[in-house]
């Protein structure tokens, strides 16, 4: 029983130290169409709100779609980035970033069709 807390107590911590990163779809044997490095200051005692759109350019192909979304927090801090309209399986994303209090952020945003 004392091995099973352990173990439940390992995963719970691990799962709170990767939750900044987002993970959606799959890149495997995926063509990335898109990669950025984006990062903005902070703004003093309040939380910064950000938003990302991107749309599948026509020299990908016609008719293709996003397969995987991957945002990376370098920071490793408690912000957050969400999709907001479109995502998988449309050909455009709108992507909502948001900072911890008074912190600024960095992510590698990396898209796949």
């Given at each position: 029983m004392?091995?099973?807390?352990?173990?439940?107590?390992?995963?719970?911590?691990?799962?709170?130290?990767?939750?900044?990163?987002?993970?959606l779809?799959?890149?495997?044997l995926r063509q990335k169409v898109f990669h950025r490095n984006i990062k903005y200051d902070s703004y003093m005692l309040r939380k910064r709100v950000e938003f990302l759109?991107?749309?599948?350019p026509t020299k990908y192909g016609?008719?293709?779609?996003i397969q995987g979304i991957l945002f990376y927090?370098?920071?490793?801090?408690?912000?957050?980035?969400?999709?907001?309209?479109?995502?998988?399986?449309?050909?455009?994303?709108t992507m909502r970033m948001k900072s911890e209090r008074g912190r600024g952020m960095r992510f590698d945003v990396f898209i796949y069709a």
């Open positions: 004392k091995l099973y807390v352990f173990c439940a107590a390992l995963v719970a911590a691990v799962v709170v130290i990767e939750c900044s990163h987002t993970f779809g799959t890149n495997v759109n991107f749309t599948m016609y008719g293709r779609s927090d370098k920071t490793k801090s408690t912000a957050s980035a969400n999709v907001t309209a479109g995502g998988l399986g449309f050909n455009y994303v």
